[in-house]
């Protein structure tokens, strides 16, 4: 009788060794979704770095479309995403529970035009793409023709895939472009036309990405989310223009010519949101009708991990 009850204990003792060893390994891995798009760097350094210097896994998922990794992150499939903030804004007001903690980045992103284009006020009456209605690309278009004179009546605007991009530039079918990088470097490299504005003459210290994760993820997991956003600005502040390119050409595979164009125009170092910038961003949200009602600064920004 003895041996038995020992050899049950036995199998209850494995058992729940066995469950507590699940339960740990999921406690580690954070999941995270992304667009291979330079813009997403900071989080694919991160993860090179992680399991060596975090003792936290951070599982990659990769989308092909906003609206796919949106998805994804409003569903609560994954812990966290780079995303174009005035997206999460959007979700965030429509009460989906999640919190911006970091930028995704500084600047990177131009308004690229064809060649018969030289100033803002030559965008009258031509067509625009921009990837979504809310983003900063479409922000940043509203700037650039508030400084030629000219309002969103005066052109065509169009919502197109990024990849799409540089070929309807070349073909004629659009006339200009802004979106997350580097598909306007590839229309540059294409020679398809040329960077009339890079964000920082047109707004600056503008928003474009955050990091961003779920409510359920930070107040169940808030140790590991802590060592994740610390590990992110750790690894935002390590990309140089080399560091950066590594990654890049591992993640994105793109060319050297396309990389070297874009790196050009982007950095990752002090990727914390302060209320400064967002407030900017919020109002100018307000004023181009992205959202009436953008969520505020202490409803939005987690500045505590
Ligand atoms: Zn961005």
């Known amino acids: 009788m003895k041996k038995i009850i020992s050899a049950a204990t036995a199998a209850v003792l494995a058992l729940s060794l066995t469950a507590c060893g699940a339960k740990q390994d999921k406690k580690k891995t954070v999941k995270i979704a992304y667009l291979p798009i330079t813009h997403s760097l900071a989080v694919l350094e991160e993860a090179e770095q992680a399991e060596s210097e975090l003792g936290i896994d951070i599982e990659l998922v990769k989308y092909g479309s906003w609206p796919e990794l949106l998805d994804a992150l409003n569903s609560g499939r994954v812990d966290g995403a780079s995303v174009l903030i005035e997206l999460a804004m959007k979700s965030k007001q429509e009460g989906i529970g999640i919190k911006a903690v970091a930028l995704g980045h500084h600047d990177g992103n131009v308004i690229v035009t064809s060649d018969e284009i030289n100033t803002a006020a ?161 109002a100018k949200v307000k004023e181009y009708g992205l959202s009436d009602d953008p969520p505020s600064y202490e409803d939005f920004v987690d500045a505590s991990l």
Do not use: N
Not at 186 to 212: F, I, N, P, R
């Open 122 to 282: 030559d965008l009258k009456g031509k067509t625009f793409a921009i990837p979504h209605r809310q983003s900063s690309h479409h922000i940043l278009l509203r700037d650039a023709l508030a400084k030629g004179g000219l309002t969103i009546d005066d052109v065509s605007v169009t919502e197109l895939a990024p990849t799409e991009m540089p070929s309807a530039l070349a073909s004629g079918q659009i006339d200009g472009y802004c979106v997350a990088e580097p598909f306007g470097a590839m229309g540059v490299s294409v020679g398809a036309g040329h960077v009339l504005y890079t964000s920082e003459e047109l707004w600056e210290d503008s928003l474009c990405c955050g990091l961003v994760l779920t409510d359920k993820f930070i107040s169940e997991r808030h140790d590991d989310a802590k060592a994740f956003v610390d590990g992110y600005k750790k690894a935002g502040d390590s990309l140089d223009k080399q560091k950066a390119k590594e990654v890049a050409k591992k993640y994105l595979g793109q060319t050297d010519e396309v990389l070297d164009i874009s790196l050009e125009w982007i950095s990752y170092s002090d990727l914390e949101i302060t209320e400064e910038i967002y407030d900017t961003l919020a």
